[in-house]
């Protein structure tokens, strides 16, 4: 049986938690493979309920599904800990989530020093969500990193802790005028997060391999988005992870031959959250109107996110980089009332017409967006339930995403709730 991941295909918040949601009914396991609470997936129930999930997979929303943490994500153990009570102060069950023992933990420092760093860079600010993301993953790739097992180990988790705040503390200190961090106040506190969550630590390459074996499906959530990827994304502009459908496999420990489903969650118009270039971007009224329309406000870090028409040539790009089987296209009823809705065919740069993502991150910058209008309609989308629903225009609208992209659209989300899905065979 297959394994499907489900990636975002442009800058996130395309609605990836609520995809997660309507695939949970027909799968046996949902993945994280890589980010961490940088992430902000809302999940609407039937019953009117909204859950934002920052490090737990939105399958923990699915009772009798099994969740897991895997070795690709970086976990913030206080974080964990206050998700999780969270969750069960409102009776759901969590106890189907299992942790990969090899995913790395985001410690105290890590967190200082992503607030540091930030501010040191001024107004070449990335404009990182303040979660530690970046310098925990900086570790890991140093080979200094603290893992979810190190835990399970005081001995070896006060060597680490030590061997790294040993350099990180004179850092804090000599660079950033900042205060030292106590090797025994991280050690007991991550040892006491630790002894919480212990049960939950599992080898969880396994558990999935295994899972695979017997037939089971498992769906693999990314977070972030393609253009927020650290190899294929808007670089330096990006995350610290690879959210491309290739890190699904890595993140997890499954063999790419178990994926045979790659799914965009792609949003009907595009929308970023903190620096970087953004070809389509409205920076007057209109980018106004979609932040309003769409409740385009940062479910991590409440920042209002920057808003622009849709691009096809990032929608090209995301079918090309993460072998996109077909998109679930979100938020078309936040179209709805225009005269006329434009869509960026290409990009024009330095006076060149290009239909393709440009080479280097000058051109990127330098891209100004080349518009078809395309006739807009006025009807309210939410009660549709057929793509015969639809007015006319709106299906125009979906058909040419289609031919630009190059990949179907085999779901189109017309409201938040779960109900609010018009689903097609493709
Ligand atoms: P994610 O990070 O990709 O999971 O997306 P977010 O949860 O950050 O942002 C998507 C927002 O759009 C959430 O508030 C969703 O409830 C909402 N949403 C998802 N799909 C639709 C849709 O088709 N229509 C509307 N109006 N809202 C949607
Ligand atoms: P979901 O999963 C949108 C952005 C940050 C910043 C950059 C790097 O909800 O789609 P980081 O803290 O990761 O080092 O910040 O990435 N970013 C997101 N933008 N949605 C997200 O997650 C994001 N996670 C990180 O705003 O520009
Ligand atoms: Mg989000």
């Known amino acids: 049986m297959p394994a499907i991941v489900l990636i975002g295909a442009q800058w996130g918040d395309e609605g990836k938690g609520k995809a997660t949601d309507i695939l949970a009914g027909q799968v046996q396991w949902v993945v994280r493979y890589q980010g961490g ?33 895997g070795n690709g994500v970086v976990v913030d153990p206080g974080v964990l800990l ?35 760093t930030e501010r040191f860079l001024g107004k070449a600010k990335i404009g990182t969500t303040g979660r530690g993301i970046g310098p925990a993953y900086q570790d ?12 399970l180990d005081e001995k070896i988790l006060r060597q680490k802790v030590e061997a790294a705040l040993d350099l990180k503390n004179q850092m804090l200190v000599k660079v950033y005028n900042r205060r030292a961090l106590d090797v025994d ?10 002894r919480r969550f212990a ?49 699904a496999a890595v993140g997890s420990g499954i063999g790419p031959n178990k994926i045979t489903r790659v ?51 990032i929608g ?14 979100t938020k078309l009823d936040v179209l709805s009332g225009l005269e006329n809705v434009p869509i960026c065919v290409g990009y024009e740069v330095d006076g060149k017409r290009v239909d393709d993502m440009p ?23 939410s009660a549709c339930r057929t793509f015969d629903d639809l007015p006319a225009n709106a299906r125009a609208y979906v058909q040419r995403i289609e031919e630009l992209t190059g990949a179907p659209v085999s779901a189109i989300g017309v409201g938040p709730g779960r109900d609010q899905t018009i689903t097609r065979d493709v």
């Not at 069960?88 to 607030?115: C, F, Q, W």
């Not at 890991?140 to 979810?148: D, W």
């Not at 270039?277 to 991590?300: I, N, Q, S, W, Y």
């Open 199 to 247: 049960e939950r630590i599992a080898d969880t390459r396994l558990l999935l391999n295994k899972a695979l074996e017997n037939d089971e499906t498992v769906l693999l959530e990314g977070s972030q988005g393609t253009l927020l990827d650290v190899d294929h994304g808007t670089y330096p502009f990006v995350t610290s992870s690879n959210p491309t459908a290739g890190g």
């Open 316 to 329: 090209r790009y995301a079918v090309r980089v993460n072998g996109i089987t077909d998109f679930f296209l």
């Open 185 to 194: 106040e991280v050690v007991d506190t991550v040892l006491q997060h630790g």
């Open 140 to 151: 890991k790739v140093a080979r200094v990193g603290v893992r979810v097992a190190d835990v």
């Open 37 to 69: 609470n940088n992430a902000g997936h809302t999940v609407v129930l039937p019953d009117g309920q909204d859950f934002a999930l920052h490090l737990i997979p939105s399958g923990i929303l699915t009772p009798g599904l099994r969740n897991v943490i």
């Open 359 to 381: 080479m280097t991150q000058t051109d990127v910058h330098h891209a100004l967006p080349v518009y078809e209008e395309l006739p807009g309609w006025f009807e309210d989308l």
């Open 263 to 313: 799914i965009g969650i792609l949003k009907a118009y595009t929308t970023r959250v903190g620096s970087g270039p953004f070809p389509t971007e409205l920076l007057d009224a209109m980018g106004e109107h979609l932040r309003k329309a769409g409740g385009e406000v940062g479910v991590t870090t409440g920042r209002p996110r920057r808003c622009g028409w849709f691009d096809a040539v």
């Open 82 to 116: 206050d998700e999780l009570s969270g969750l069960e102060a409102r009776g759901v069950d969590t106890s189907n989530l299992m942790i990969s023992a090899d995913a790395h933990l985001i410690m105290p420092y890590h967190v200082a020093i992503d607030k540091v």
